[in-house]
Protein backbone atom coordinates (compact mmCIF):
# COMPACT_ATOMS: atom_id res chain seq x y z
CA UNK A 1 0.00 0.00 0.00
CA UNK A 2 2.74 2.62 0.88
CA UNK A 3 4.37 1.74 -2.79
CA UNK A 4 0.94 2.20 -4.13
CA UNK A 5 0.74 5.41 -2.34
CA UNK A 6 4.53 6.51 -3.51
CA UNK A 7 4.09 5.87 -6.86
CA UNK A 8 1.18 7.67 -7.18
CA UNK A 9 2.21 10.76 -5.75
CA UNK A 10 5.02 10.72 -8.36
CA UNK A 11 2.89 10.05 -10.83
CA UNK A 12 1.35 13.22 -9.87
CA UNK A 13 4.71 15.31 -8.98
CA UNK A 14 6.23 14.95 -12.53
CA UNK A 15 3.57 17.09 -14.27
CA UNK A 16 4.28 19.41 -11.83
CA UNK A 17 8.00 19.45 -12.40
CA UNK A 18 6.89 19.79 -16.02
CA UNK A 19 5.13 23.00 -15.48
CA UNK A 20 8.04 24.37 -13.47
CA UNK A 21 10.24 23.94 -16.54
CA UNK A 22 7.98 25.80 -19.17
CA UNK A 23 7.78 28.30 -16.54
CA UNK A 24 11.43 28.31 -16.20
CA UNK A 25 11.89 28.67 -19.79
CA UNK A 26 9.43 31.16 -20.33
CA UNK A 27 10.80 33.53 -18.01
CA UNK A 28 14.19 33.94 -20.27
CA UNK A 29 15.92 31.27 -18.02
CA UNK A 30 20.19 31.23 -19.63
CA UNK A 31 20.57 27.94 -18.22
CA UNK A 32 19.18 24.63 -18.43
CA UNK A 33 17.22 23.87 -15.58
CA UNK A 34 19.05 20.77 -14.22
CA UNK A 35 17.31 20.23 -11.25
CA UNK A 36 13.52 20.18 -12.38
CA UNK A 37 14.84 18.03 -15.81
CA UNK A 38 16.20 15.67 -12.44
CA UNK A 39 13.32 15.75 -10.62
CA UNK A 40 11.36 15.01 -13.56
CA UNK A 41 12.78 12.00 -14.58
CA UNK A 42 13.55 10.72 -11.51
CA UNK A 43 9.96 11.08 -10.75
CA UNK A 44 9.11 9.29 -14.09
CA UNK A 45 11.40 6.30 -13.49
CA UNK A 46 10.49 5.60 -9.51
CA UNK A 47 6.81 6.13 -10.78
CA UNK A 48 8.18 2.56 -13.30
CA UNK A 49 9.94 1.12 -10.62
CA UNK A 50 7.01 1.21 -8.04
CA UNK A 51 4.75 -0.38 -10.67
CA UNK A 52 7.08 -3.27 -11.72
CA UNK A 53 7.76 -4.00 -8.08
CA UNK A 54 3.99 -4.22 -7.28
CA UNK A 55 3.61 -6.50 -10.37
CA UNK A 56 6.81 -8.51 -9.07
CA UNK A 57 5.19 -9.46 -5.59
CA UNK A 58 1.64 -9.78 -7.23
CA UNK A 59 2.75 -12.68 -9.38
CA UNK A 60 3.45 -14.94 -6.40
CA UNK A 61 0.60 -14.29 -4.47
CA UNK A 62 -1.97 -14.51 -7.91
CA UNK A 63 -0.50 -17.52 -9.22
CA UNK A 64 -0.43 -19.67 -5.41
CA UNK A 65 -4.21 -18.59 -5.59
CA UNK A 66 -4.62 -19.76 -9.16
CA UNK A 67 -2.75 -23.14 -7.74
CA UNK A 68 -5.16 -23.56 -4.19
CA UNK A 69 -8.33 -22.72 -6.48
CA UNK A 70 -7.78 -25.15 -9.49
CA UNK A 71 -6.58 -28.06 -6.92
CA UNK A 72 -9.65 -27.50 -4.66
CA UNK A 73 -11.79 -27.77 -7.83
CA UNK A 74 -9.88 -30.61 -9.29
CA UNK A 75 -10.19 -32.21 -5.41
CA UNK A 76 -14.12 -31.22 -5.20
CA UNK A 77 -14.41 -32.93 -8.92
CA UNK A 78 -13.75 -35.93 -8.02
CA UNK A 79 -15.65 -35.97 -4.79
CA UNK A 80 -18.99 -36.15 -6.45
CA UNK A 81 -20.51 -39.39 -7.43
CA UNK A 82 -20.09 -41.01 -10.61
CA UNK A 83 -23.47 -41.02 -11.74
CA UNK A 84 -22.63 -37.03 -12.15
CA UNK A 85 -19.51 -37.18 -13.78
CA UNK A 86 -20.49 -39.32 -16.29
CA UNK A 87 -23.69 -37.38 -17.44
CA UNK A 88 -21.60 -34.14 -17.40
CA UNK A 89 -19.86 -32.52 -20.29
CA UNK A 90 -16.00 -33.16 -19.43
CA UNK A 91 -15.34 -29.82 -21.44
CA UNK A 92 -17.82 -27.50 -19.77
CA UNK A 93 -16.49 -28.87 -17.06
CA UNK A 94 -13.06 -27.72 -17.94
CA UNK A 95 -14.08 -24.58 -19.43
CA UNK A 96 -15.57 -23.60 -16.35
CA UNK A 97 -12.34 -24.53 -13.81
CA UNK A 98 -10.04 -23.26 -16.27
CA UNK A 99 -12.45 -19.43 -17.00
CA UNK A 100 -12.52 -19.31 -13.46
CA UNK A 101 -9.21 -19.50 -12.35
CA UNK A 102 -7.81 -17.34 -14.63
CA UNK A 103 -10.79 -14.93 -13.80
CA UNK A 104 -9.34 -14.66 -10.08
CA UNK A 105 -5.76 -13.58 -11.63
CA UNK A 106 -7.71 -10.88 -13.69
CA UNK A 107 -9.87 -9.83 -10.93
CA UNK A 108 -6.74 -8.98 -8.33
CA UNK A 109 -5.15 -7.71 -11.03
CA UNK A 110 -7.87 -5.35 -11.15
CA UNK A 111 -8.50 -4.16 -8.15
CA UNK A 112 -5.26 -3.97 -7.42
CA UNK A 113 -3.55 -2.40 -10.22
CA UNK A 114 -6.33 -0.23 -11.74
CA UNK A 115 -9.59 0.44 -9.48
CA UNK A 116 -7.42 1.44 -6.20
CA UNK A 117 -4.43 3.21 -8.10
CA UNK A 118 -7.03 5.07 -10.09
CA UNK A 119 -8.81 6.09 -6.87
CA UNK A 120 -6.04 7.21 -5.34
CA UNK A 121 -4.35 9.06 -8.23
CA UNK A 122 -7.81 10.92 -8.79
CA UNK A 123 -7.79 11.82 -5.65
CA UNK A 124 -4.24 13.27 -5.83
CA UNK A 125 -4.91 14.90 -8.82
CA UNK A 126 -8.13 16.67 -7.87
CA UNK A 127 -6.03 17.76 -4.75
CA UNK A 128 -3.22 19.33 -6.85
CA UNK A 129 -5.77 21.15 -9.42
CA UNK A 130 -8.10 22.62 -6.74
CA UNK A 131 -4.50 24.22 -5.74
CA UNK A 132 -3.77 25.34 -8.48
CA UNK A 133 -6.52 26.26 -10.55
CA UNK A 134 -8.88 26.79 -7.77
CA UNK A 135 -12.06 24.36 -6.85
CA UNK A 136 -14.12 24.93 -10.02
CA UNK A 137 -11.61 23.48 -12.41
CA UNK A 138 -11.51 20.72 -9.88
CA UNK A 139 -15.28 20.67 -9.35
CA UNK A 140 -15.05 20.24 -13.61
CA UNK A 141 -13.04 17.08 -13.34
CA UNK A 142 -14.91 15.28 -10.80
CA UNK A 143 -18.27 15.89 -12.59
CA UNK A 144 -15.87 13.86 -15.58
CA UNK A 145 -14.57 11.31 -13.45
CA UNK A 146 -18.10 10.85 -11.58
CA UNK A 147 -20.38 11.07 -15.32
CA UNK A 148 -18.02 8.31 -16.45
CA UNK A 149 -17.78 6.02 -13.86
CA UNK A 150 -21.82 5.91 -13.87
CA UNK A 151 -22.42 5.20 -17.05
CA UNK A 152 -19.94 3.25 -17.65
CA UNK A 153 -21.26 0.98 -14.64
CA UNK A 154 -25.22 1.39 -15.55
CA UNK A 155 -23.87 0.01 -19.07
CA UNK A 156 -22.11 -2.63 -18.24
CA UNK A 157 -24.71 -4.52 -15.96
CA UNK A 158 -26.53 -4.45 -19.43
CA UNK A 159 -23.88 -6.04 -21.22
CA UNK A 160 -23.45 -8.86 -18.21
CA UNK A 161 -26.54 -10.49 -19.78
CA UNK A 162 -25.09 -10.40 -23.09
CA UNK A 163 -21.32 -11.82 -21.40
CA UNK A 164 -23.05 -14.83 -19.97
CA UNK A 165 -25.14 -15.74 -23.26
CA UNK A 166 -21.84 -15.86 -24.85
CA UNK A 167 -20.40 -17.78 -22.24
CA UNK A 168 -23.32 -20.43 -22.15
CA UNK A 169 -22.64 -20.51 -26.30
CA UNK A 170 -18.97 -21.06 -25.53
CA UNK A 171 -19.57 -23.82 -23.48
CA UNK A 172 -21.83 -25.76 -25.80
CA UNK A 173 -19.36 -25.15 -28.10
CA UNK A 174 -16.53 -27.05 -26.28
CA UNK A 175 -19.02 -29.59 -25.06
CA UNK A 176 -19.38 -30.68 -28.79
CA UNK A 177 -16.21 -30.54 -29.96
CA UNK A 178 -14.98 -32.85 -26.60
CA UNK A 179 -17.68 -34.95 -27.02
CA UNK A 180 -16.97 -35.56 -30.93
CA UNK A 181 -13.19 -36.32 -30.20
CA UNK A 182 -13.55 -38.55 -27.13
CA UNK A 183 -15.84 -40.67 -29.71
CA UNK A 184 -13.77 -40.41 -33.30
CA UNK A 185 -14.69 -43.73 -33.73
CA UNK A 186 -18.07 -44.07 -33.69
CA UNK A 187 -17.19 -40.85 -36.32
CA UNK A 188 -15.37 -42.98 -38.46
CA UNK A 189 -17.90 -46.20 -38.45
CA UNK A 190 -21.03 -44.07 -39.32
CA UNK A 191 -18.61 -41.80 -41.76
CA UNK A 192 -20.44 -39.02 -39.63
CA UNK A 193 -17.75 -36.45 -40.28
CA UNK A 194 -20.24 -34.26 -42.04
CA UNK A 195 -22.73 -34.97 -39.33
CA UNK A 196 -20.33 -33.57 -36.41
CA UNK A 197 -19.01 -30.76 -38.65
CA UNK A 198 -22.49 -29.59 -39.35
CA UNK A 199 -23.76 -30.35 -35.30
CA UNK A 200 -19.76 -28.77 -34.20
CA UNK A 201 -20.98 -25.82 -36.66
CA UNK A 202 -24.05 -24.78 -35.43
CA UNK A 203 -22.66 -24.65 -31.73
CA UNK A 204 -20.26 -22.26 -33.53
CA UNK A 205 -22.64 -19.61 -34.98
CA UNK A 206 -24.56 -19.59 -32.08
CA UNK A 207 -21.20 -18.71 -29.98
CA UNK A 208 -20.18 -15.64 -32.88
CA UNK A 209 -24.12 -14.68 -32.61
CA UNK A 210 -23.57 -13.77 -28.91
CA UNK A 211 -20.08 -12.88 -29.59
CA UNK A 212 -20.95 -10.24 -31.90
CA UNK A 213 -23.67 -8.91 -29.44
CA UNK A 214 -20.85 -8.37 -27.04
CA UNK A 215 -18.18 -6.53 -29.10
CA UNK A 216 -21.58 -4.29 -30.57
CA UNK A 217 -22.03 -3.48 -27.24
CA UNK A 218 -18.63 -2.84 -26.24
CA UNK A 219 -18.79 -0.09 -29.26
CA UNK A 220 -21.29 1.80 -27.43
CA UNK A 221 -19.85 1.85 -24.20
CA UNK A 222 -16.58 3.18 -25.79
CA UNK A 223 -18.31 5.57 -27.43
CA UNK A 224 -20.18 6.57 -24.53
CA UNK A 225 -17.01 6.79 -22.57
CA UNK A 226 -14.94 9.05 -25.13
CA UNK A 227 -17.68 11.30 -25.38
CA UNK A 228 -17.75 11.89 -21.48
CA UNK A 229 -14.17 12.40 -21.36
CA UNK A 230 -13.49 14.54 -24.40
CA UNK A 231 -16.37 17.03 -23.46
CA UNK A 232 -14.90 17.18 -19.83
CA UNK A 233 -11.37 17.81 -20.66
CA UNK A 234 -12.82 20.30 -23.31
CA UNK A 235 -14.34 22.27 -20.54
CA UNK A 236 -11.08 21.79 -18.20
CA UNK A 237 -8.97 23.13 -21.04
CA UNK A 238 -11.48 26.77 -21.84
CA UNK A 239 -11.41 27.30 -17.26
CA UNK A 240 -7.98 27.33 -17.88
CA UNK A 241 -6.94 28.96 -20.65
CA UNK A 242 -9.17 31.93 -19.64
CA UNK A 243 -7.65 32.17 -16.40
CA UNK A 244 -4.24 32.25 -18.04
CA UNK A 245 -5.94 35.49 -20.47
CA UNK A 246 -7.06 36.89 -17.16
CA UNK A 247 -3.34 36.44 -16.15
CA UNK A 248 -4.33 34.91 -12.85
CA UNK A 249 -2.86 31.23 -13.90
CA UNK A 250 0.62 31.05 -15.35
CA UNK A 251 1.28 28.85 -18.30
CA UNK A 252 2.99 25.96 -16.69
CA UNK A 253 0.04 25.66 -14.42
CA UNK A 254 -2.07 24.87 -17.46
CA UNK A 255 0.64 22.45 -18.56
CA UNK A 256 0.80 20.64 -15.23
CA UNK A 257 -2.98 20.43 -15.22
CA UNK A 258 -3.75 19.29 -18.71
CA UNK A 259 -0.45 16.47 -18.29
CA UNK A 260 -1.95 15.66 -14.72
CA UNK A 261 -5.57 15.39 -16.87
CA UNK A 262 -3.98 13.18 -19.69
CA UNK A 263 -2.06 10.94 -16.71
CA UNK A 264 -5.61 10.29 -15.27
CA UNK A 265 -7.75 9.68 -19.00
CA UNK A 266 -5.40 6.81 -19.37
CA UNK A 267 -6.66 4.50 -16.95
CA UNK A 268 -9.78 5.93 -17.01
CA UNK A 269 -10.08 5.05 -20.60
CA UNK A 270 -9.42 1.39 -19.60
CA UNK A 271 -11.93 2.14 -16.88
CA UNK A 272 -14.77 0.30 -18.65
CA UNK A 273 -12.57 -2.76 -19.39
CA UNK A 274 -11.73 -2.83 -15.79
CA UNK A 275 -14.94 -3.29 -15.31
CA UNK A 276 -16.01 -5.73 -18.08
CA UNK A 277 -13.54 -7.83 -16.91
CA UNK A 278 -14.15 -7.58 -13.18
CA UNK A 279 -17.83 -8.03 -13.81
CA UNK A 280 -16.84 -11.45 -16.23
CA UNK A 281 -14.27 -12.56 -13.49
CA UNK A 282 -17.25 -12.57 -10.60
CA UNK A 283 -19.77 -14.48 -13.34
CA UNK A 284 -17.02 -17.02 -14.09
CA UNK A 285 -15.95 -16.89 -10.15
CA UNK A 286 -19.50 -17.68 -9.33
CA UNK A 287 -20.44 -20.16 -11.59
CA UNK A 288 -17.16 -22.35 -10.21
CA UNK A 289 -18.77 -21.21 -6.45
CA UNK A 290 -22.12 -22.86 -7.64
CA UNK A 291 -20.06 -26.08 -8.96
CA UNK A 292 -17.81 -26.04 -5.83
CA UNK A 293 -21.69 -25.69 -3.63
CA UNK A 294 -22.73 -29.21 -5.53
CA UNK A 295 -22.84 -32.02 -3.17
CA UNK A 296 -22.39 -35.98 -4.18
CA UNK A 297 -25.45 -37.71 -4.07
CA UNK A 298 -23.32 -40.47 -2.02
CA UNK A 299 -22.66 -38.75 1.50
CA UNK A 300 -19.69 -39.18 3.37
CA UNK A 301 -20.20 -41.13 6.64
CA UNK A 302 -20.28 -39.15 9.52
CA UNK A 303 -16.75 -38.29 11.61
CA UNK A 304 -15.12 -39.58 8.43
CA UNK A 305 -16.51 -43.38 9.26
CA UNK A 306 -15.76 -45.73 10.52
CA UNK A 307 -12.22 -47.94 9.89
CA UNK A 308 -12.69 -51.21 8.13
CA UNK A 309 -11.92 -54.22 9.74
CA UNK A 310 -11.26 -56.86 6.95
CA UNK A 311 -12.43 -60.54 8.42
CA UNK A 312 -12.02 -62.50 5.52
CA UNK A 313 -13.97 -60.99 2.61
CA UNK A 314 -17.49 -61.47 3.34
CA UNK A 315 -19.96 -60.16 0.65
CA UNK A 316 -23.69 -59.59 1.55
CA UNK A 317 -26.42 -58.00 -0.43
CA UNK A 318 -29.62 -57.58 1.68
CA UNK A 319 -32.84 -56.74 0.33
CA UNK A 320 -30.95 -54.41 -2.36
CA UNK A 321 -33.40 -51.83 -4.11
CA UNK A 322 -31.63 -49.40 -6.58
CA UNK A 323 -32.67 -46.98 -9.26
CA UNK A 324 -30.79 -44.69 -11.09
CA UNK A 325 -32.29 -40.91 -10.87
CA UNK A 326 -36.39 -41.50 -11.53
CA UNK A 327 -35.92 -44.17 -13.37
CA UNK A 328 -37.51 -48.00 -13.05
CA UNK A 329 -35.86 -49.26 -11.16
CA UNK A 330 -32.74 -51.72 -11.60
CA UNK A 331 -32.79 -53.97 -8.50
CA UNK A 332 -35.78 -54.80 -6.99
CA UNK A 333 -34.92 -56.76 -3.16
CA UNK A 334 -31.68 -58.37 -3.99
CA UNK A 335 -30.57 -60.50 -1.47
CA UNK A 336 -27.74 -63.29 -1.40
CA UNK A 337 -24.38 -63.55 0.96
CA UNK A 338 -21.02 -64.90 -0.64
CA UNK A 339 -18.88 -66.87 2.21
CA UNK A 340 -14.93 -65.72 2.47
CA UNK A 341 -13.07 -67.15 -0.19
CA UNK A 342 -15.79 -67.71 -2.77
CA UNK A 343 -15.56 -67.54 -6.19
CA UNK A 344 -19.22 -66.03 -6.89
CA UNK A 345 -20.40 -65.42 -10.45
CA UNK A 346 -23.77 -63.18 -11.21
CA UNK A 347 -25.60 -64.34 -14.74
CA UNK A 348 -28.51 -62.32 -15.92
CA UNK A 349 -30.14 -60.86 -18.88
CA UNK A 350 -28.89 -57.83 -19.93
CA UNK A 351 -29.66 -55.43 -17.99
CA UNK A 352 -30.79 -57.06 -14.56
CA UNK A 353 -28.30 -54.91 -12.58
CA UNK A 354 -25.63 -57.59 -12.35
CA UNK A 355 -23.11 -54.60 -13.21
CA UNK A 356 -25.10 -52.12 -10.46
CA UNK A 357 -23.96 -54.56 -7.74
CA UNK A 358 -20.62 -53.94 -7.88
CA UNK A 359 -21.02 -49.99 -8.01
CA UNK A 360 -23.11 -50.24 -5.02
CA UNK A 361 -20.11 -52.29 -3.30
CA UNK A 362 -17.54 -49.82 -3.96
CA UNK A 363 -19.85 -47.44 -2.89
CA UNK A 364 -19.61 -45.43 -6.28
CA UNK A 365 -23.89 -44.93 -5.71
CA UNK A 366 -25.80 -45.89 -2.92
CA UNK A 367 -28.57 -48.40 -2.81
CA UNK A 368 -32.73 -46.71 -2.39
CA UNK A 369 -33.21 -49.81 0.35
CA UNK A 370 -31.46 -52.21 1.64
CA UNK A 371 -27.58 -52.76 2.85
CA UNK A 372 -24.91 -53.81 1.27
CA UNK A 373 -22.05 -55.08 3.63
CA UNK A 374 -18.32 -56.25 3.85
CA UNK A 375 -17.72 -58.89 6.35
CA UNK A 376 -20.73 -57.59 8.29
CA UNK A 377 -20.03 -53.62 7.89
CA UNK A 378 -22.48 -51.58 6.06
CA UNK A 379 -20.03 -50.02 3.77
CA UNK A 380 -22.15 -46.34 3.81
CA UNK A 381 -20.70 -46.10 7.54
CA UNK A 382 -17.13 -46.95 6.57
CA UNK A 383 -14.41 -45.12 5.40
CA UNK A 384 -14.73 -45.62 1.84
CA UNK A 385 -10.66 -45.44 1.46
CA UNK A 386 -10.49 -48.45 4.48
CA UNK A 387 -12.32 -50.91 2.36
CA UNK A 388 -11.69 -49.92 -0.93
CA UNK A 389 -7.97 -50.77 -0.48
CA UNK A 390 -8.80 -54.43 -0.02
CA UNK A 391 -10.48 -54.00 -3.31
CA UNK A 392 -9.15 -54.93 -6.81
CA UNK A 393 -11.76 -54.34 -10.01
CA UNK A 394 -11.38 -55.40 -13.64
CA UNK A 395 -14.15 -53.51 -15.45
CA UNK A 396 -15.92 -54.67 -18.67
CA UNK A 397 -14.84 -52.01 -20.59
CA UNK A 398 -11.35 -51.04 -19.31
CA UNK A 399 -10.63 -47.45 -19.88
CA UNK A 400 -7.05 -46.25 -19.81
CA UNK A 401 -5.29 -43.12 -19.08
CA UNK A 402 -3.60 -41.15 -21.81
CA UNK A 403 -0.36 -42.22 -20.64
CA UNK A 404 2.40 -45.05 -21.23
CA UNK A 405 1.49 -48.44 -20.84
CA UNK A 406 3.89 -48.72 -17.36
CA UNK A 407 1.79 -45.99 -15.84
CA UNK A 408 -1.80 -47.54 -16.48
CA UNK A 409 -0.47 -50.90 -14.92
CA UNK A 410 1.71 -49.24 -12.07
CA UNK A 411 -1.88 -47.25 -11.42
CA UNK A 412 -2.65 -50.19 -9.27
CA UNK A 413 -0.40 -49.51 -7.04
CA UNK A 414 1.93 -46.65 -8.01
CA UNK A 415 4.93 -47.40 -5.52
CA UNK A 416 5.77 -50.71 -7.05
CA UNK A 417 9.12 -51.21 -8.76
CA UNK A 418 9.23 -52.22 -12.30
CA UNK A 419 9.82 -55.90 -11.45
CA UNK A 420 6.85 -55.87 -9.98
CA UNK A 421 5.28 -54.42 -12.98
CA UNK A 422 6.73 -56.89 -15.40
CA UNK A 423 5.78 -59.75 -13.42
CA UNK A 424 1.94 -58.24 -13.27
CA UNK A 425 1.93 -58.13 -17.30
CA UNK A 426 3.82 -61.49 -17.49
CA UNK A 427 0.87 -63.03 -15.59
CA UNK A 428 -1.77 -61.37 -17.27
CA UNK A 429 -0.05 -62.70 -20.74
CA UNK A 430 0.92 -59.09 -22.49
CA UNK A 431 4.54 -58.77 -21.44
CA UNK A 432 5.10 -60.33 -24.76
CA UNK A 433 3.53 -57.72 -26.57
CA UNK A 434 4.65 -54.46 -24.87
CA UNK A 435 8.24 -55.68 -25.06
CA UNK A 436 7.22 -55.77 -28.93
CA UNK A 437 6.32 -52.05 -28.75
CA UNK A 438 8.66 -49.66 -29.78
CA UNK A 439 9.03 -47.96 -26.40
CA UNK A 440 7.93 -51.10 -24.76
CA UNK A 441 5.79 -50.05 -21.18
CA UNK A 442 6.80 -46.15 -22.09
CA UNK A 443 4.32 -46.87 -25.24
CA UNK A 444 1.77 -43.93 -25.06
CA UNK A 445 -2.14 -46.15 -25.23
CA UNK A 446 -3.77 -42.78 -26.43
CA UNK A 447 -6.83 -41.32 -25.25
CA UNK A 448 -8.86 -43.98 -23.27
CA UNK A 449 -6.51 -46.23 -24.77
CA UNK A 450 -7.89 -46.15 -27.98
CA UNK A 451 -4.23 -46.88 -29.40
CA UNK A 452 -4.68 -50.79 -28.34
CA UNK A 453 -7.50 -53.59 -28.94
CA UNK A 454 -10.41 -54.10 -26.63
CA UNK A 455 -8.41 -57.38 -25.03
CA UNK A 456 -5.19 -55.52 -24.75
CA UNK A 457 -6.93 -53.06 -22.77
CA UNK A 458 -8.32 -55.66 -20.32
CA UNK A 459 -5.06 -57.44 -20.14
CA UNK A 460 -3.79 -54.09 -19.20
CA UNK A 461 -6.74 -53.84 -16.98
CA UNK A 462 -6.20 -57.62 -15.28
CA UNK A 463 -2.38 -56.66 -15.11
CA UNK A 464 -3.48 -53.34 -12.69
CA UNK A 465 -5.40 -55.54 -10.77
CA UNK A 466 -2.75 -58.59 -10.25
CA UNK A 467 -0.68 -55.80 -9.32
CA UNK A 468 -2.91 -53.86 -6.27
CA UNK A 469 -2.84 -58.10 -5.09
CA UNK A 470 -6.44 -57.21 -3.30
CA UNK A 471 -8.58 -59.13 -1.15
CA UNK A 472 -11.61 -59.04 -2.44
CA UNK A 473 -11.36 -59.45 -6.25
CA UNK A 474 -14.44 -58.04 -9.11
CA UNK A 475 -14.46 -58.93 -12.85
CA UNK A 476 -16.69 -56.94 -14.53
CA UNK A 477 -17.06 -59.53 -17.69
CA UNK A 478 -13.33 -59.39 -17.52
CA UNK A 479 -12.83 -61.60 -20.39
CA UNK A 480 -15.52 -60.63 -22.82
CA UNK A 481 -13.42 -58.83 -25.16
CA UNK A 482 -10.85 -61.64 -25.30
CA UNK A 483 -10.61 -64.32 -28.07
CA UNK A 484 -10.72 -67.93 -27.14
CA UNK A 485 -6.82 -68.96 -27.41
CA UNK A 486 -5.85 -65.84 -25.12
CA UNK A 487 -9.20 -66.48 -22.46
CA UNK A 488 -7.02 -70.45 -22.12
CA UNK A 489 -3.30 -68.72 -21.65
CA UNK A 490 -5.09 -66.29 -19.24
CA UNK A 491 -6.97 -68.96 -17.54
CA UNK A 492 -3.40 -69.46 -14.92
CA UNK A 493 -3.37 -65.91 -14.44
CA UNK A 494 -6.84 -66.12 -13.64
CA UNK A 495 -6.80 -68.57 -11.29
CA UNK A 496 -3.90 -67.04 -9.07
CA UNK A 497 -5.91 -63.60 -9.39
CA UNK A 498 -8.58 -65.71 -7.83
CA UNK A 499 -7.00 -68.34 -5.39
CA UNK A 500 -7.98 -67.84 -1.54
CA UNK A 501 -9.95 -64.65 -2.16
CA UNK A 502 -13.16 -63.65 -2.17
CA UNK A 503 -14.39 -62.97 -6.12
CA UNK A 504 -17.67 -61.79 -7.50
CA UNK A 505 -17.97 -61.98 -11.38
CA UNK A 506 -20.35 -60.97 -13.80
CA UNK A 507 -19.82 -63.61 -16.01
CA UNK A 508 -21.24 -64.12 -19.81
CA UNK A 509 -19.31 -67.31 -20.18
CA UNK A 510 -20.42 -70.52 -19.84
CA UNK A 511 -16.34 -71.12 -18.89
CA UNK A 512 -16.15 -68.89 -16.63
CA UNK A 513 -19.31 -69.28 -14.69
CA UNK A 514 -18.28 -73.30 -14.33
CA UNK A 515 -15.20 -72.30 -12.46
CA UNK A 516 -17.20 -70.99 -9.82
CA UNK A 517 -18.61 -72.02 -6.25
CA UNK A 518 -21.88 -70.76 -6.70
CA UNK A 519 -24.03 -68.71 -9.01
CA UNK A 520 -26.53 -65.97 -8.45
CA UNK A 521 -28.92 -66.00 -11.11
CA UNK A 522 -30.32 -62.28 -11.48
CA UNK A 523 -33.82 -61.34 -13.22
CA UNK A 524 -36.13 -58.52 -12.60
CA UNK A 525 -33.58 -57.55 -10.05
CA UNK A 526 -33.61 -59.98 -7.62
CA UNK A 527 -31.93 -63.32 -7.15
CA UNK A 528 -34.23 -65.74 -8.24
CA UNK A 529 -31.56 -68.96 -8.09
CA UNK A 530 -28.48 -69.43 -6.33
CA UNK A 531 -26.36 -72.28 -5.76
CA UNK A 532 -23.63 -74.12 -8.07
CA UNK A 533 -23.62 -73.88 -11.86
CA UNK A 534 -24.74 -77.66 -12.25
CA UNK A 535 -27.27 -77.51 -9.34
CA UNK A 536 -29.45 -74.53 -11.12
CA UNK A 537 -29.28 -76.34 -14.66
CA UNK A 538 -30.44 -80.00 -12.79
CA UNK A 539 -33.55 -77.57 -10.81
CA UNK A 540 -34.41 -74.12 -12.12
CA UNK A 541 -35.94 -74.09 -15.90
CA UNK A 542 -35.58 -70.35 -16.21
CA UNK A 543 -31.72 -71.02 -15.36
CA UNK A 544 -31.60 -73.43 -18.27
CA UNK A 545 -33.56 -71.14 -20.75
CA UNK A 546 -30.99 -68.50 -20.37
CA UNK A 547 -28.14 -70.45 -21.23
CA UNK A 548 -29.94 -72.25 -24.10
CA UNK A 549 -31.31 -68.99 -24.80
CA UNK A 550 -27.58 -67.23 -24.98
CA UNK A 551 -24.93 -67.41 -27.22
CA UNK A 552 -21.62 -68.60 -25.30
CA UNK A 553 -18.08 -70.30 -26.21
CA UNK A 554 -16.85 -72.74 -24.46
Known sequence: MAGLVAGKALTVFAPLQLGHLVDALGSGAEALPVGILAAYGLA????????????????????????????????????????????????????????????????LNMLLFNV??????????????????????????????????????????????????????????????????????AVKYFQSERQESVRYDAALQRFEKEQVSVLHSLAQLNFGQQFIVISGFTAILALTASRVIAGSLPVGDVVAIHAILAQLMQPLGILGGVYRVTTQGFVDLGKLHGFLQRTSSVPPPLDGGSPFVFKGGELEFR????????????????????????????????????????????????????????????????DPASFRQHLGIVPQDCAL?????????????????????E??????????????????????????GLMLSGGERQRVGIARCLLRDPSIVLLDEATSALDVRTERHLATAMEELMRGRTCLIVAHRLTTVERCDVVAYVEGGVVLEQGSHAELLSRSWKYQRFWEGTSVEA
Do not use: W
Not at 346 to 368: C, E, M, Q
Not at 401 to 421: H, L
Open 116 to 185: LPIAVECAMALAVMASLAGPGCAAVAAATVGTYIVFTTHFSKRRREIMRRANRAEEDATGVFFDSLAHCE
Open 401 to 421: FNETVGFNIRYGRPEASDEDV
Open 319 to 382: NVHHAYGEGSPVLAGASFVIPPGTKAAIVGRSGSGKSTLLRLLYRLADPKEGQVLIDGQDVRHL
Open 423 to 448: AAARSAQIHDFIASLPLGYDTPVGER
Open 44 to 107: RLSTSGFNELRAALFATVSQASCRALALQSFKHLHSLDAMYLQSSKPGALSVIISRATRSLTQV
